[in-house]
C-alpha cells in the first residue's frame, strides 16, 4: 500500500460526508419552505386583523433575523430563505391588513417584491430565498386563479366584510360551488399542475430549486387544509 491510498481513502470518505451533509440539508430547505408558507396562512392572517401595524413591523424582526444569519458561513442559507419569507410577511401584511376587501388587489399587492426579487436572481445573489418568494407567489396566483374561474370571488368578498362567527352560510355557499363537476374537475387539474411544477425542481440537488418545490407543492397543502375547514364548518 502506496502512502498516496489513505490520503485517497480519507478524501473520499470527506467527499460521501459532506454530500450526505448536502443532501440532509436539502431536505430541511425543502422542509423550511413548506412550514413558512403555512405560517403567515395559519398565523399572519389572525394576527393581521386585529393589530395591522404591529404585523407591518414585524417584518423588520425577519429582516433583521436574517441579516444576523446571513453573516454566518454555517447559517447563510436560512437567512437567505428567511430574506425571501419576509417579502411574503410584509406583502401579506400590507394586503391582508388593509386592502383584503377587494380581492382584484391581492396578486398585484403580493408581487410587490419580484422587482427585487428578479434583480437579485440576475445578479446571483440570495437565489434560495428569491425563489421560496417566486414559489410562494407562484402558489398564490393558481390558488387566485381557481377563484377566478370557479367564480368563487364574491364569497371572497363576502368574508372580508363580516365577522369569523357569521361566516358560516358564506362558507356553505362556497362548498356548493366548489362541490360541482365544475369545481371538482378545475380543483384536481390545478392540483396536478401545482405538483407537477413543484416536484420537477427536486430532481436538483440546489438548495433554491428545492426551496421554491416546497413552496409551490405547500400551496396543495394549505388548499386542502381550507378546503377541510371549509368542510367541517
Not at 490520503?7 to 470518505?13: A, E, G, M, P
Not at 424582526?61 to 446571513?70: A, D, P, R, V
Not at 393558481?142 to 366584510?161: A, E, K, N
Not at 387539474?189 to 421554491?212: C, I, M, N, R, T
Request: with cysteine.
Amino acid at each position: 500500500m502506496t502512502t498516496t491510498q489513505p490520503i485517497q481513502s480519507t478524501s473520499r470518505l470527506m467527499q460521501t460526508v459532506l454530500a450526505k451533509v448536502k443532501e440532509s440539508q436539502i431536505w430541511l430547505v425543502f422542509l423550511a419552505s413548506v412550514f413558512l408558507v403555512c405560517v403567515p396562512v395559519f398565523f399572519q392572517a389572525p394576527l393581521v386583523r386585529q393589530w395591522p401595524e404591529l404585523t407591518l413591523v414585524l417584518t423588520l424582526g425577519w429582516l433583521g433575523i436574517s441579516w444576523t444569519l446571513l453573516k454566518q458561513p454555517t447559517t447563510w442559507v436560512w437567512g437567505d430563505l428567511l430574506l425571501g419569507f419576509s417579502w411574503s410577511w410584509l406583502t401579506g401584511a400590507i394586503y391582508w391588513g388593509w386592502l383584503r376587501w377587494e380581492p382584484l388587489l391581492h396578486l398585484p399587492v403580493e408581487a410587490l417584491g419580484v422587482p427585487f426579487a428578479v434583480w437579485c436572481l440576475y445578479r446571483g445573489w440570495g437565489k434560495v430565498g428569491n425563489w421560496f418568494y417566486l414559489g410562494s407567489l407562484f402558489g398564490t396566483a393558481v390558488t387566485d386563479g381557481y377563484f377566478y374561474i370557479t367564480g368563487l370571488i364574491p364569497s371572497w368578498r363576502q368574508l372580508m366584510h363580516v365577522e369569523p362567527a357569521l361566516a358560516l352560510p358564506i362558507f356553505q355557499n362556497a362548498l356548493q360551488i366548489v362541490s360541482t363537476p365544475w369545481g371538482i374537475s378545475w380543483a384536481v387539474g390545478f392540483a396536478l399542475f401545482l405538483f407537477g411544477v413543484g416536484v420537477f425542481p427536486l430532481q436538483s440537488k440546489e438548495q433554491h430549486w428545492w426551496a421554491f418545490g416546497g413552496a409551490v407543492l405547500s400551496t396543495i397543502l394549505v388548499d386542502s387544509l381550507f378546503l377541510i375547514a371549509a368542510c367541517l364548518a
